[in-house]
């Protein structure tokens, strides 16, 4: 079974989760990971992940691919604490509007055989609370997508799929 682990703390994360969720993935789990306990509950209740886990190695464990949905002031601090843990070979993406910071803590914390995939998607309507998450977000907006030097092919078309 595939897995992907979405590291979220607001309505991008969860909105994906939803997309995920509604694209009816055959033998793929999503799994919803985070600091704040009644975001978990609630993107469980909404229907945006299939389980959640506070343990950040449980939910990284198989995770084929990582959306990191952070706080900008955390993202950094985040980046450092899964790239030991990541497994050979992930994907991972984020949510953030820097780019260039992200692609540079990429190449410091994670591994050569790590794929960061920058990412960026656009909503249509402007989202400040978790009730904003919905399953169309993104329908018909543009989603940057910055890959970083070590990315492989397929991993840029893992995180194009994804948009």
Not at 42 to 66: F, H, P, W
Not at 128 to 152: H, K
């Amino acid at each position: 079974m595939d897995r992907i682990t979405i590291i979220t703390a607001g309505p991008l994360g969860l909105s994906i989760g939803l997309g995920l969720k509604h694209a009816n993935l055959q033998n793929t789990e999503v799994v919803g990971t985070s600091g704040y306990s009644g975001l978990l509950t609630k993107g469980a209740k909404m229907g945006a992940v299939d389980s959640t886990s506070r343990n950040l190695k449980s939910a990284l464990e198989g995770a084929q691919l990582v959306i990191l949905d952070s706080p900008a002031g955390e993202t950094r601090e985040l980046m450092e604490a899964i790239g030991p843990i990541l497994e050979k070979g992930c994907v991972v993406t984020d949510t953030g509007t820097n780019k260039v910071q992200v692609l540079e803590w990429a190449k410091e914390y994670y591994s050569d055989d790590v794929n960061f995939v920058a990412g960026r998607p656009q909503p249509r309507n402007p989202m400040s609370e978790i009730e904003d998450a919905e399953v169309d977000a993104f329908a018909g907006t543009n989603y940057s997508i910055v890959p970083s030097e070590r990315a492989t092919p397929e991993a840029v078309k893992t995180v194009v799929g994804l948009a």
